[in-house]
T-cell receptor, first 114, second 118 residues
Framework: AQSVTQLGSHVSVSEGALVLLRCNYS??????LFWYVQYPNQGLQLLLK??????LVKGINGFEAEFKKSETSFHLTKPSAHMSDAAEYFC????????????FGTGTRLQVTL | GAVVSQHPSRVICKSGTSVKIECRSL??????MFWYRQFPKQSLMLMAT?????????EQGVEKDKFLINHASLTLSTLTVTSAHPEDSSFYIC??????????????FGPGTRLTVT
């Protein structure tokens, strides 16, 4: 069985500061990894994904994440936070062999302050 | 591309009634659609996987007779909450996987439907 742990249900950063949202996973096989963003009362938007290949993945809106197999992590970063980044962020994992069934973490709410 | 819509976006119904939520892929064909529910300030929980032309596969603990799923075409899946009760109040989100990509790993999510049962 797969699981995802997101450390920190709430993260607050100043505008312009580094954003770091943590995600660790547990999986018996090399997983596919995803980060999604959710704005209030909306569905999820894919930020980035890792399947195979380069372990540093770049996504939309300046976000990137690095797959570290030895640490079973897939932390999300952005060098400089913007007010519009305030949202809920979900890390998710899927087993490539189960037709993309996703398991989500509990989410991290990002607050950006002036 | 890859837009998924849901209708309605918000619905209020009385306890004991049924409500149907539609999920459509607007610009692609989706052999597989997924239904999730999300409680306030919580993560998404997969309810069921819906395959076009076949019965849905429900996750453990989800009542298949209460949450009826129909995937009649490659662009439409519906979720009907039967005999709704206040505890069914939640945010329901669907997603769709693109047709023709085999074990494609990417899902496209709808904007969600807020169900309130009074």
């Amino acid at each position: 069985a797969q699981s995802v742990t997101q450390l920190g249900s709430h993260v607050s950063v100043s505008e312009g500061a580094l954003v770091l949202l943590r995600c660790n996973y547990s999986s018996s096989v090399p997983p596919y990894l995803f980060w999604y963003v959710q704005y209030p009362n909306q569905g999820l938007q894919l930020l980035l994904k890792y399947t195979t290949g380069a372990t540093l993945v770049k996504g939309i809106n300046g976000f990137e994440a690095e797959f570290k197999k030895s640490e079973t992590s897939f932390h999300l970063t952005k060098p400089s936070a913007h007010m519009s980044d305030a949202a809920e962020y979900f890390c998710a994992v899927s087993d490539p062999g189960t037709a993309s069934k996703l398991t989500f973490g509990t989410g991290t709410r990002l607050q950006v302050t002036l | 591309g890859a837009v998924v819509s849901q209708h309605p976006s918000r619905v209020i119904c009385k306890s004991g009634t049924s409500v149907k939520i539609e999920c459509r892929s607007l610009d692609f064909q989706a052999t597989t659609m997924f239904w999730y529910r999300q409680f306030p300030k919580q993560s998404l929980m997969l309810m069921a996987t819906s395959n076009e032309g076949s019965k849905a596969t429900y996750e453990q603990g989800v009542e298949k007779d209460k949450f009826l799923i129909n995937h009649a075409s490659l662009t439409l899946s519906t979720l009907t909450v039967t005999s709704a009760h206040p505890e069914d109040s939640s945010f329901y989100i669907c997603s769709a996987r693109v047709y023709g990509q085999g074990l494609s790993y990417e899902q496209y999510f709808g904007p969600g439907t807020r169900l309130t049962v009074t």
